[in-house]
């Protein structure tokens, strides 16, 4: 045998007997990326087509409730600066976040495809759409003003103008069965429009969101902004629709019976509640969820005497 080839025979059986590094999946909380405070992971098995369990993927952490208000804490503190951001401003560091899923295009690839039971085609339209979708909500953070608001036709001699303003720390339930697509539907809009989020990922598949995670971290957005908690959806969403300092909740992800419970919750703060719909998330958006988590601010200004030749101060 020669030097050359006894070479290429030892490479092949060091490549072998190489144990595979496995990612350690964690929370993303204030820029950070902390375990569970409890110290509690469950597992997150592939979804498949045929009947029975699906292959082991990962252990993702389960989080508790004081994850949940750690979480609310750091979106509150983002919320100043992330707000008063110029809109240009956000639309640039959303379109970064989709520069990013771009590069690692693959990865999300098998994640989708693993979490949903797709095939890889089908799973690479999902990132597609995806990325996609992040161009576009970057895309409407500068004119979203223009949309919904402008001057008031009012009787008198004042000036009557009314423009948006973000409504503060939004709680979003991303969608249990579009781990991916419908999790950047619905949390895009929500921080397009100067909003911080705590997203609760999609019970049985969290993965892609924890990973997008290691997205937002790498993509300008700054700490605090978007906040990620893997876990059960039911025991992460109650604190999070009673907790006094969370100004509004998206209820996508949960189902009827949890959703009835989490509007009652919600009442004693006065929430804006989103309530669950059936949405085609491959369908181009509207405004609906931009406009959903908007407060409107109408501001009054004399203008002086109104007579026959015009206004005069």
């Known amino acids: 045998m020669s030097e050359k080839s006894d070479k290429h025979e030892k490479s092949v059986k060091s490549e072998q007997s ?134 008031n036709p009012v ?37 397009a429009t100067g909003n911080t989020a705590v997203v609760v990922t999609s019970e049985k598949a969290p993965l892609p969101a924890l990973s997008l995670g290691e997205v937002l971290a790498t993509s300008d957005v700054p700490g605090g902004v978007v906040n990620v908690l893997s876990g059960r959806t039911a025991e992460i969403a109650a604190p999070l629709a009673a907790h006094q300092d969370v100004n509004a909740i998206d209820l996508a992800g949960a189902d009827e019976v949890l959703a009835k419970e989490l509007e009652i919750a919600a009442a004693d703060n006065l929430k804006r509640v989103l309530r669950p719909q059936p949405v085609d998330y491959f369908e181009t958006p509207g405004i609906d969820r931009l406009t959903a988590f908007l407060e409107t601010k109408t501001v009054w200004h004399p203008t002086g005497s109104l007579g026959a030749s015009g206004s005069s101060y």
Do not use: C, H
């Not at 000036?159 to 697509?181: C, I, K, R, Y």
């Open 18 to 151: 190489r144990l595979a590094v496995f990612k350690t999946y964690k929370l993303y909380v204030g820029g950070k990326f902390p375990r569970s405070e409890s110290g509690r992971v469950y597992e997150v098995t592939a979804k498949t087509s045929a009947a029975g369990e699906g292959k082991w993927l990962a252990n993702a952490p389960q989080s508790s409730r004081k994850d949940a208000r750690d979480a609310v804490v750091a979106a509150r503190k983002a919320f100043g600066s992330w707000s008063g951001a110029t809109a240009y401003n956000r639309g640039q560091v959303l379109y970064r976040v989709a520069e990013m899923l771009e590069g690692r295009r693959d990865q999300f690839v098998r994640e989708v495809a693993d979490a949903e039971g797709l095939s890889k085609s089908k799973a690479a339209a999902v990132v597609d759409a995806t990325i996609d979708r992040w161009v576009w909500y970057a895309g409407w953070t500068d004119k979203i003003a223009q949309v919904i608001g402008g001057a």
């Open 155 to 191: 009787a008198g001699p004042y000036f009557n103008l009314s423009s948006p303003e973000p409504t503060g720390v939004v709680a979003v339930l991303a969608p249990q069965e579009s781990s991916f697509l419908g999790l950047v539907s619905v949390l895009a809009p929500v921080i």
